[in-house]
């Protein structure tokens, strides 16, 4: 337990330690605003009594009645800021709008500019930094590229561990409004950038992107449809695959029924 200078409270081993889950667990779901943790000067994390409740439940929610993290963020509400105040409701801090805002700034781009170089409009892109939602695949997609990151970054969804396995319910998620959900595969640095994919039934990419790069598609359940521009369109069921150069303009969804895939980029630029 820290006092002093270091703030008052429960350090990141004690905490996994009393809840049973590993550390980099914790920072998870830190990056899944399912808590935010006080950091002292020297950027140690701080829980209190009130985050190691929280996080108890975080870990039922999730162990024992199988809910994602979306779910347990509706169920318990956004968790206090640093100063013990929450945000308003019906916006996430940086997910990803903030995080957009920041991006853009950091690539000193105007709203014009960064219009120009997706195609979308000033009013939209203007809307996503406020907290606004409705941003598909695509247009994150498109945004990334523009800010020279991958769609990891812009989610803050990096998973940051030295083990070569990754669990099942350890993987950082990336999901949007309309229920397609990525969920990252491999740590570290690497050629490849493989991703579990959840599509419901008639949610896709909801447009056109293309970037550096090729891409390996093999369906679990479902049928996945992929549009190659110029090309076709390709419907791959449950063993089949799929395998295309990212500089082709492509679009994907399910058909009647949910598709559960694993997607591979690389590089992993996506």
């Known amino acids: 337990m820290r006092s002093g200078n270091e703030g008052i409270g429960f350090s990141i081993g004690e905490v996994a330690q009393a809840l049973g889950v590993a550390p980099q667990t914790l920072r998870l779901w830190e990056r899944e605003q399912l808590v935010r943790p006080h950091r002292t000067e020297r950027g140690y994390r701080v829980y209190t009594e009130e985050d190691v409740e929280r996080l108890r439940q975080v870990k039922r929610l999730r162990k024992a009645e199988g809910l994602n993290f979306a779910a347990i963020r509706k169920q318990l509400g956004p968790p206090p800021d640093r100063n013990g105040e929450r945000p308003p409701e019906g916006r996430e801090p940086g997910v990803p709008g903030e995080r957009l805002r920041r991006l853009r700034m950091k690539a000193r781009k105007t709203l014009k500019e960064v219009a120009e170089a997706t195609g979308l409009s000033i009013s939209f892109i203007s809307a996503l930094e406020r907290g606004g939602s409705g941003a598909s695949v695509a247009s994150l997609r498109r945004l990334a590229e523009a800010y020279g990151v991958t769609m990891r ?94 500089t082709t303009p492509h679009r994907w969804w399910a058909g009647d029924e949910p598709v559960e895939a694993v997607y591979v980029n690389t590089p992993p630029t996506f």
């Open 153 to 246: 970054e812009l989610f803050g969804t990096d998973l940051e561990q030295n083990s070569p396995l990754v669990r099942a319910h350890e993987r950082p998620v990336m999901e949007w409004d309309n229920g397609v959900r990525f969920e990252e595969m491999a740590p570290g640095k690497k050629a490849m950038d493989p991703s579990y994919v959840r599509v419901p039934a008639g949610a896709g990419s909801e447009g056109f992107y293309s970037h550096d790069g090729e891409e390996f598609v093999y369906v679990i359940s479902g049928t996945m449809y992929v549009e190659l521009k110029d090309q076709g369109t390709y419907a791959v069921g449950p063993g089949d695959t799929l395998y295309f150069y990212s």
